[in-house]
């Protein structure tokens, strides 16, 4: 018997990298998955990795688009049933730089898929069967969204928001929902390849732990979170930073 037997969930921006490796935990302990990202041929090898339908499906799309968000939900409850938990994964930074200099569309973009799409696919689960069933919901956030991050300053705001999002929610939907998050530092995905590619060594070196994260080391902290293992734990922002933050670093 599996953790998560019988659970179903959604976890967005799961085709790679972070999201995938929650998604992998995820069936690993039994539950069933919908993956969701912006291109089909990454999905459909995904799902293959995760174990073909019987375990994993996929809906492609944008996480900001309000019709993508209604698809993937009547979807996955007709492919599985009920949506019991929710990962809001997706992220972007498409801008580097000093926010005092960031073009405003830009900007807005990175706040509306950060911010505004998790709070919309919060909604939605919450509509369509967590009010009645309860379950779980996991943002990832980031230790940019817990101290200043020259460089990515404006993305790091967007993760602030998002953990303040998490509290606001924990709130509103307990007892029966729980609404955490959990706030890596650098990670070795695609997405991050420009904080640390060709000077790994250098990146890592202020952590006590001395490397950079993984995948599955947020992977395996996002299932607890979701789990009956932290049944009393919400509103709560869980730093996987390797001691980073400890050294003055982000």
Known sequence: MGRFDGKVAIVTGASRGIGLAIAERFVADGGRVCI???KPPALAEAVEQLGGPERAIFVAGAADDAAH???????????FGPVDFLVNNTGINPAYGRMVDIDLDAAAKIFQVNVVAAIAWAQKVYRASMSERGGAIVNIASVAGLRPAPGIG?????KAALIHVTEELAVELGPDIRVNAVAPAVVKTRFAEALYAGREEEVSAPYPLKRLGVPDDIGSVVAFLLSEDSAWMTGQTLTIDGGVLLTGGV
């Open 69 to 79: 968000q209604d698809e993937v939900i009547a979807t996955t409850t007709e492919a």
């Open 154 to 158: 404006t993305y790091g705001a967007s």
């Open 36 to 38: 969701t990202a912006r």
